[in-house]
């Protein structure tokens, strides 16, 4: 019996590796693999292809073909269930600056922000980044209780971080920052999100400090430019 004209064949269910992100900049999806910290794209076949599957789910005959490269690599796995390839959760877009209170200074806040700091970065070196990100995970999973108001913490945690800042004067640190910062923001009740982005044509990646939709340790001007692959 011959085959029904446009038949859609389904060959499998997939869904990403764990340990695995993706998002469309530019028309062009970047991944982020955690487990072997490091950022890569595919070919444009490839990226029609995966494209295709996140927005029409399993996928079908050609474009099974064409997502070889990733099933065979591991990255795309059997999935027991249909479904779109998506990420777990969805990102809010930063839309708004944080504007910062006037407040007294806390040297107690100072030294927080300063041991929080040395151990971002100490960690950021010595560990995987797999393992970096799972503690930040676990640690915002532990936050019990939230700060009745939250802006004024925030303002005392930029404060505590800006007296920091004739002993950290590398630049290009932006993941330890954020991580420290995140961190003391957990400390002082306030549920904040660590958000990692890429931008490309030069690719570029970055991090910083989320609060719902606003910017709390950087600029809307400044992160409009990347895409969010991964928060926490």
């Given at each position: 019996?011959?085959r ?19 998002c469309?900049?530019v ?13 890569f794209?595919?070919s444009?076949?490839?990226?029609r292809?995966?494209?295709a ?11 099974s ?16 269930v249909p479904g ?23 040297f107690?806040?100072g ?18 980044f ?24 925030i303002?005392l ?6 007296s ?10 932006c ?5 420290a910062?995140?961190?003391l ?35 809307v001007?400044?992160i409009?430019?990347f ?6």
């Open positions: 019996m011959g029904a004209p446009n038949c859609r064949i389904f060959i499998m269910h997939v869904r990403l590796r764990d340990g695995l992100h993706y469309t900049c028309g062009r999806t970047i991944f982020l693999d955690v487990k072997a910290n490091r950022y794209a595919v444009a076949e490839v990226d292809a995966f494209q599957l996140t927005h029409d789910g399993a996928p079908v005959e050609p474009t073909k064409a997502l070889e490269p990733l099933l065979s690599a591991g990255l795309l796995v059997p999935a027991d779109l390839i998506t990420q777990p959760y969805e990102m809010i877009p930063a839309k708004q600056d944080f504007h910062r209170r006037p407040v007294k200074p806390s107690f806040a030294a927080q922000a300063l041991a929080h700091r040395y151990r971002a970065a100490r960690k950021v070196r010595g560990q995987p797999a393992t970096v990100l799972k503690n930040v995970r676990e640690r915002k999973a532990s936050l019990t209780s939230v700060a009745p108001d939250p802006s004024g913490e303002s945690v930029l404060a505590a971080f800006a920091t800042a004739p002993v950290f004067r590398a630049r290009n640190q993941l330890p920052q954020s991580i910062f995140h961190r923001c957990l400390d002082r009740g306030v549920p904040a999100t660590l958000v990692i982005g890429v931008s490309v044509n030069p690719f570029a990646a970055h991090c910083w400090v989320q609060l719902d939709d606003m910017v709390i340790n950087d600029r001007e400044r409009r430019q895409t969010p692959i991964l928060e926490i």
